[in-house]
């Protein structure tokens, strides 16, 4: 399968921003990605059409994203923050898929099994970031710090 990254808003060297669609013009999601010049990093990636879940296009549009950003400002840290409600009240359980599988593991996984068992924790680790530093953890919002 073909995947069109089609840019969604005006792009600069540490903001990206697409709209994915397949080889017949298919929506699948979007994924935008923002870095600065202290090396963070923050991403967000949504494969919205049910069709294309779980078939490795979040890792792929994340990586695509992550590789421009660290080519301009060059990536040491990855926030990760993961709600309920607003923009992924849609959503199953009305949360962020990465805040839906969280939960539902810490109540049988460690913390840090839990982090990386969700989607964001499983693209980090691939790329060679294997610690975490939980800032924040309510049932609304969990937010994350990866390093390498």
Known sequence: MNINYIESESISDDYVSYQITNEAGEDIG??????NKNGEFV????????????????????????????????????RASWHKGGEFKDFEEGM??????????????????????????KWVKNIGYKNYNLLKNTDEEVILNFTK
């Open 43 to 78: 991403s967000i990636i949504k494969i919205y059409n049910p069709k294309f879940q779980r078939a490795g296009l979040g890792f792929h549009s994340f990586k695509k994203v992550f590789d421009e950003i660290n080519s301009n400002y060059p990536i040491s840290l990855i």
């Open 96 to 121: 962020s898929t990465n805040l839906l599988i969280f939960q539902r593991n810490l109540k049988t996984m460690s913390e840090e099994e839990s982090v990386f068992s969700t989607p964001t924790g």
């Open 30 to 35: 979007t994924a935008e990605g923002s870095g």
